[in-house]
T-cell receptor, first 114, second 112 residues
Framework: DAMVIQNPRYQVTQFGKPVTLSCSQT?????MYWYQQKSSQAPKLLFH???????NEADTPDNFQSRRPNTSFCFLDIRSPGLGDAAMYLC?????????????FGPGTRLTVL | AQSVAQPEDQVKVAEGNPLTVKCTYS??????LFWYVQYPNRGLQFLLK??????LVKGSYGFEAEFNKSQTSFHLKKPSALVSDSALYFC??????????FGPGTRLSVLP
């Protein structure tokens, strides 16, 4: 089945130790998103790629970076995680072929910062 | 700017009773509206959407939503709630680009 996969599902890191979260998709969608979600709040968009075009939200901290080496993969790099970065990180994809297309979400990666 | 409101943080209903989760929106132009559900420690799962056409939209798991342009609402409904419907529900609107704006979420509890 076509899907969005996130690895790992659970990630534990130490304060200040860089961490990378990964997302892959088999849907061949041209848009990929990274969201941060804290304690049952609405997902907060960090950035998205439209094909290779990177779009950063104005309030996304510089500590967060992203890479999209090809259509299928997208990575979230947190350069120096702080305690406040502990959250669920959600990857999503969407096709831009029609504006009415919904997003497909991965299962998320729960990040713990010690 | 586009925005979505979900006026109820929490909704509780008894199993077998009808449920409604409310959503209102503010957009310029025609809205593309969505409902998603999230179970604990999972990603969001698409339920249904309104793009154009009939105001009553049917989706997954027996859910439906009614688009009301004059009231700028898109309430989620189900005729008979199940305990397994207990989850976090998000309403969202898509702009003409690639971005989705999510409401704050409503926690639905269906009591046995």
């Amino acid at each position: 089945d076509a899907m969005v996969i996130q690895n790992p599902r659970y990630q534990v890191t130490q304060f200040g130790k860089p961490v990378t979260l990964s997302c892959s998709q088999t849907l061949n969608h041209n848009v990929m998103y990274w969201y941060q979600q804290k304690s049952s709040q609405a997902p907060k968009l960090l950035f998205h790629y439209y094909d290779k075009d990177f779009n950063n939200e104005a309030d996304t901290p510089d500590n967060f970076q992203s890479r999209r080496p090809n259509t299928s993969f997208c990575f979230l790099d947190i350069r120096s995680p702080g305690l406040g970065d502990a959250a669920m990180y959600l990857c999503a994809t969407s096709s831009i072929s029609g504006s009415g297309n919904e997003q497909f979400f991965g299962p998320g990666t729960r990040l713990t910062v010690l | 700017a586009q925005s979505v409101a979900q006026p109820e943080d929490q909704v509780k209903v008894a199993e077998g009773n009808p449920l409604t989760v409310k959503c209102t929106y503010s957009v310029s132009g025609n809205p593309y509206l969505f409902w998603y559900v999230q179970y604990p420690n999972r990603g969001l799962q698409f339920l249904l959407k309104y793009i154009t056409g009939d105001n009553l939209v049917k989706g997954s798991y027996g859910f439906e939503a009614e688009f009301n342009k004059s009231q700028t609402s898109f309430h989620l409904k189900k005729p008979s709630a199940l305990v397994s419907d207990s989850a976090l529900y998000f309403c969202a609107v898509r702009d003409y680009g690639q971005n989705f704006v999510f409401g704050p979420g409503t926690r639905l509890s269906v009591l046995p």
